[in-house]
Structures are given as structure tokens and as C-alpha cells.
């Protein structure tokens, strides 16, 4: 059984930064690509950042892209999601996930197929 905890979650004000971390045990798997998936209710899930190689090679959703930024610390089974310059439409639950993949489009979307807790990140003045 795949596990997934997140942490690092919180509120921040709209240009402020926030470090999302997702310890997992599936780094020593084959379900070592991880995720990050951002949720508000009434909406879909979204995709946000898929890790699709070992070198560290991610994808990151339009929305995201350039803000940021997926790392990972191998020795301590650990990825990290910085986040920084932060909007208020950032605010929501994100999740971490194992086993992504993106899938090409249009539109290009990501599946998983393990979950985490999930973290709450508000971003409001």
C-alpha cells in the first residue's frame, strides 16, 4: 500500500510563498512518479505538477508554470512543491499523489492513483 502524507499548508496573502511537502513510500516503488493535485469544492480536481523522470524532469499546468516549483529529496522520501507569487484562485486542498502521469491532450491533464490527506492553502489579503 502506497502512503502519502502531506504538510505545509497554511494561509499567505496574495505574492506570498509557500512550501507544500509530501513524504511517500513510494520512492523505492514503481509508483514513484509524484504528484500534486489542487481542489475547491464545487470544481474538479486539478492537475497541477507531475515528477515524470528520475532527473527531476516535471510537468507543470499553465496555470502554475513558472510560479512553481516541484523538487524532490530522494534520501528522505520526500517531494516539495514551492510555491511562490501566490493568487487567491491558488487557494484550495492540494494533494499529493503517486503513480502520476500526464496525459496529452487537448487538454493535457494528469492522472494518479494514490492519495494523500490532502493540505489546505488559502491565499486572501
Known amino acids: 500500500q502506497v502512503q502519502l502524507v502531506e504538510s505545509g499548508g497554511g494561509a499567505v496573502q496574495p505574492g506570498g510563498s509557500l512550501r507544500l511537502s509530501c513524504w511517500s513510500s513510494a520512492f523505492t516503488s514503481d509508483y514513484d512518479h509524484i504528484g500534486w493535485f489542487r481542489q475547491v469544492p464545487g470544481k474538479k480536481r486539478e492537475g497541477v505538477s507531475c515528477?515524470?523522470?528520475?532527473?527531476?524532469?516535471?510537468y507543470y499546468a499553465d496555470s502554475v508554470k513558472g510560479r512553481f516549483t516541484f523538487s524532490r529529496d530522494n534520501a528522505k522520501n520526500t517531494v516539495y512543491l514551492q510555491m511562490n507569487g501566490l493568487k487567491p484562485e491558488d487557494t484550495g486542498v492540494y494533494y499529493c499523489?503517486?503513480?502520476?502521469?500526464?496525459?496529452?491532450?487537448?487538454?493535457?491533464?494528469?492522472?494518479?492513483?494514490?492519495w494523500g490527506q490532502g493540505t489546505q492553502v488559502t491565499v486572501s489579503p
Open positions: 515528477l515524470t523522470s528520475s532527473d527531476g524532469s516535471a
Open positions: 499523489a503517486a503513480d502520476c502521469l500526464v496525459v496529452p491532450g487537448p487538454p493535457v491533464g494528469i492522472i494518479a492513483n494514490y
